[in-house]
């Protein structure tokens, strides 16, 4: 068998990789971080002289997984966290995994080595009126030339994470006080009801936005990020910003979009007494997942409970 490059491996599972997002098998966010991941190792690789896939070794890849890397402002961080490593492991199992599929290779260097224990996850908090009065006040600091008031509004219209990463000023209608998602990996396509909070800076937002943008597609809402992954992630920093100004996430509690999310799916189930309206307005697929949103408990078979 002929010495494949990590180069040419790269280049080969990538295509795959693309193959299958556009399958629907795997996100592009995930198709991006792997490819990023990857892109890393290569460096890290011809550091250390090797710059065959044949020649990663096993200690050659865990030396990579426990690598000292950089923070979202360029710090220095030098024992990453345990969903990094997890990220880095799960790109070179992936690339590994295809490459084999694809005859570039016989190496399996992840094979022995140790599992990334995770922390045990935390119970969601359970925010109240109260505390989205809280977020919203905090939110409007440097409105509009800030895009936090808009990004809360969206979360409070029920968009997630990756919708409002890549929402424009195309998708809304303020007059029918909507937004439209095209919805993302685990959501369905869908307009959202607006709040009278969220038409209001989002018109302020909007009209800042198109005065600064003559030419060119719609401007996007929230982030001018470059790729989806990083989309993303700055939405999560964006709202990580708001629950630290407002003083709901300290160093003892931490204050996620998806609380906010959580909040919109009790709201909508107090209102409707329907688990199909929460999923409906939250773009999901399953009962199930919103039942969790919304911290019902339900029995499909009616066995034991009630179901919506």
């Given at each position: 068998?002929?010495?494949t490059?990590?180069?040419n ?8 990789w693309?193959?299958?997002?556009t ?9 991006t971080?792997?490819i990023q991941?990857?892109?890393r ?12 896939l044949?020649d ?7 030396y990579f ?20 490593r ?22 399996a ?6 599992p ?18 809280l977020l919203?006040?905090?939110a ?14 969206l979360l ?5 994470t ?21 919805g ?8 959202c009801r ?19 943008t ?11 990020a ?7 992630a ?5 709202f ?20 906010v999310?959580?909040y ?13 309206e ?8 399953s009962?199930d ?12 078979e ?6 919506a």
């Open positions: 068998m002929a010495r490059k990590i180069r491996a790269l280049l080969s599972v990538a295509r795959v693309q193959r299958r997002a399958a629907g098998e795997l996100s592009v966010e995930t198709v971080l792997y991941v990857i892109e190792l290569l460096r890290f690789a011809e550091a250390q002289g090797v710059t065959c044949d990663i070794t096993a200690e050659l890849a865990s997984i426990e690598a000292p890397g950089n923070d979202r402002h360029r710090g220095v961080i030098l024992t990453p966290a345990g969903g990094t997890r990220q880095r492991r799960s790109a070179l199992e992936a690339l590994f995994t295809e490459a084999r599929a694809l005859g570039l290779t016989k190496a260097p992840l094979v022995d080595l140790p990334i224990p995770r922390s045990p996850r935390k119970p969601g908090n359970e925010l109240t009126d109260p505390d989205m009065q919203r006040f905090h409007e600091r440097g409105m509009p030339a800030t895009r936090h008031a808009a990004l809360l509004a409070l219209a029920g968009l997630h990756a919708e409002i990463a890549a929402a424009t000023t195309d998708d809304l209608d303020l007059t029918a006080a909507e937004v439209w998602t095209n993302a990996t685990r959501t369905r396509s869908r307009c607006l709040d009278e909070w969220g038409v209001r800076v989002l018109r302020l937002r909007r009209t800042h936005l198109l005065h600064a003559e030419t060119g597609p719609p401007p996007r809402l929230v982030t001018a470059s790729s989806a992954y990083r989309s993303q700055s939405v999560c920093s964006g990580g910003d708001i629950a630290r100004r407002s003083g709901l996430s300290t160093g003892r509690r931490k204050v996620e979009p998806k609380d999310t959580r919109v799916a009790r709201k909508i189930l107090h209102e409707t007494g329907q688990l199909s929460v999923a409906r307005r939250l773009g999901l697929s009962l997942a919103a039942a969790g949103l919304a911290g019902h408990r339900w029995n499909p009616g066995e034991g409970g009630e179901a």
